[in-house]
Every structure is written in structure tokens, then in C-alpha cells.
């Protein structure tokens, strides 16, 4: 708000000592300097102009050269709030427009081991034609055999095939062996593989989870049709490669001195692979591991993890390769 003067009024407004001033410029052609500041407001609405040959003098202005000079900024600032209030107008239509469209749930992450559950747990009670998985590692509680059960069986009764893929070392948990024995062998069929992806579950080929972090606590829920085929496909091809569950494994190449699952150990030794991360691709404990690279060690006769490396190398035994898969963890 502008501070009042002496008139009682802000300069914003004309008072009636300022109209009568300004007549009186008019009229007289000019008025004296000390006249006008008087009369502040005169100033303020652009009535008066400084007289280029008299310092002492002003020199009204025409009154509709007054007004355009007043308006000017009111009719910038009308115009800058107009383009404002368009550009709000011109957003909000587009924000509202992506409201009424549904949400783009190609991926989505599931974060939290319950939400995730919850997130299979609907995918099973949908499905009506297939579901696939992919089970890395060996070692499986009963508790999780038990709700693995509890979600299997709705599934079998209606008629809804699976296809599990497990690791070779799976083959020797009893827990596992129970597991399977409950479920119809019509519409389960268990195959194992020496080493297997990261874990990955697809439902009727429209829907797939699979890990979004190392630890497992989120998940991606994938419906895009273009990756959910392709992850389909990748299945595909580990069943391929895949032993059937209830067909022996092959053993060590002939003639080799160790068990089949030694012969994986030095190939993934030969590669590079700690103790920790062999482990891991074959889906042992790291002491069951190194238990098998202690017999490696005796086999060969080595004296130093560094004599072994060559060992493997000139006994060919981490060039040795099985394309069907490896013999049991024993």
C-alpha cells in the first residue's frame, strides 16, 4: 500500500488541488516547480514533465499522452498474467489428460519380502495355463517347502502345468525329493542344471518376477509382452539344457580321477572363481566347496592352491566339459 501525505490520500489517487493544478498548467502552458511538489500525486500519475528551458518550470502533459503512459504497465502486467494463467491452463490439461489414462505398469517394483509375496501370491491365483521357475541353490528350508506347497496345490487342481528348474545340487535335500512327491508328476515336471540364473518366476507367459537387487528384498514385476516373451524364450532355452529330475547325471569324463561336481569346481577355479563365488554358481555351501577342492588338492597331489591351478590345467580337467550336466555333490 502507498504511505498517505498531507492530502489525506495516497498518490495513486488525484485529488481535487491536483485537477485543479493541472487545469491551471494547461491553461498557463506551465507552472512553477515548487507548485507542483505540493501536490505529489501529479507527479505520480505522469501529468507533469520537467521544462527543457526552465529549470524551475514544469510543462503539463496532454492527458491522453498521461493515460497511455499509466496504462502501459497495467496493460503489461494484464498481459503477463494472462500468458501465465494460459500456460497454467495449457498444463493442467495435460496433467489431467495423463490422469484419465491408466498408469504405465509394464515394470513396476515391488519393494518388502511381504508386498512381494503378496504380488506372487496373485499371479498364482490367476493363473490358468503355466507357470515357470527358475530356483537357484540347494538349501531349502521346510517352512519354505511348506508355503511353496500351499501355493502349488490350488494350482494343480486346476489343472495349471509347472515347470521347475532347480541346480544339480538341489537333487540331494530331502526336503526337496518330499516336496515333489506330493505333486502330480502329470503337470510337474523338474529339470536341474549345473549352474542357473538368478531367480525368475513366469505366469501364463503374460507376467514375470525376478530379482531388482542382490539381497532380494524388491522385485520387478514385468507385464511388458516384448520382455515377458523374451524371458519366456531364455526359459526355453535353460529347459533345453536342463537334466530331467528323475534321469541320472552323467559322471566325470572317462578316465577323469574326480567326481563330476570336482570337474566343475576346476573348470570354475581355472576361470578365475574364488572359493565363495564357485559356490555360488553351483549352488553348494562354501565349506561343501572347499571340501571338494581339498580332495582335488589330494588327488593331484598338490602342494599349494598355485601348484593346483596347474595341476588342473595340465590334467585337461578344467578343459573337461559335460554339455548335459554334472554328476551329484558328492
Not at 515357470?132 to 506347497?149: C, N, W
Not at 574326480?258 to 572363481?273: E, H, K, N, P, Y
Not at 595340465?314 to 554328476?327: K, M, N, P, T, V
Request: glycine content about 6%; charged content about 20%.
Amino acid at each position: 500500500m502507498t504511505a498517505p501525505h498531507e492530502h489525506g490520500h495516497g498518490v495513486d489517487a488525484l485529488c481535487e488541488e491536483a485537477v485543479g493544478l493541472y487545469t491551471h498548467a494547461l491553461a498557463q502552458g506551465r507552472i512553477s516547480r515548487s507548485a507542483a511538489e505540493e501536490v505529489p500525486c501529479l507527479a505520480g500519475h505522469a501529468l507533469l514533465t520537467a521544462d527543457p528551458r526552465d529549470d524551475t518550470r514544469l510543462r503539463p502533459v496532454a492527458p491522453t499522452a498521461a493515460l497511455a503512459r499509466l496504462l502501459h504497465p497495467l496493460a503489461r502486467e494484464i498481459l503477463d498474467r494472462v500468458r501465465t494463467a494460459d500456460l497454467l491452463g495449457s498444463t493442467l490439461d495435460t496433467l489431467s489428460a495423463l490422469a484419465e489414462e491408466p498408469p504405465d505398469l509394464a515394470i513396476r517394483v515391488v519393494a518388502g519380502q511381504s508386498s512381494i509375496q503378496e504380488a506372487i501370491d496373485a499371479a498364482l491365483r490367476e493363473a490358468n495355463d503355466e507357470v515357470l521357475t527358475v530356483q537357484p541353490g540347494s538349501t531349502r528350508s521346510p517352512e519354505i517347502l511348506r508355503v511353496a506347497l500351499a501355493s502349488t496345490l490350488p494350482l494343480v487342481k486346476r489343472n495349471v502345468r509347472l515347470r521347475h528348474i532347480y541346480q544339480h545340487s538341489a537333487r540331494y535335500g530331502p526336503g526337496l525329493k518330499g516336496y515333489l512327491a506330493q505333486l502330480p508328476g502329470d503337470l510337474l515336471q523338474v529339470r536341474t542344471t549345473e549352474r542357473a540364473i538368478d531367480r525368475l518366476m513366469i505366469f501364463d507367459r503374460e507376467v514375470a518376477y525376478l530379482p531388482a537387487n542382490p539381497d532380494r528384498s524388491a522385485a520387478l514385476e514385468i507385464r511388458h509382452p516384448g520382455l515377458v516373451h523374451y524371458l519366456a524364450q531364455l526359459y526355453d532355452l535353460l529347459w533345453a539344457l536342463a537334466a530331467p529330475f528323475g534321469d541320472p547325471l552323467p559322471a566325470a569324463a572317462p578316465g577323469a580321477p574326480v567326481t563330476a561336481v570336482q570337474q566343475s569346481i576346476a573348470r570354475l577355479l581355472a576361470d578365475g572363481c574364488t572359493d565363495q563365488s564357485a559356490a555360488e554358481k553351483l549352488g553348494i555351501s562354501v565349506r561343501t566347496c572347499r571340501a571338494h577342492i581339498a580332495k582335488l588338492m589330494h588327488t593331484l597331489n598338490a602342494t599349494s592352491r598355485t601348484h593346483l591351478g596347474a595341476l588342473l590345467v595340465q590334467s585337461g580337467l578344467a578343459g573337461a566339459r559335460q554339455d548335459s550336466g554334472e554328476g551329484p555333490a558328492s
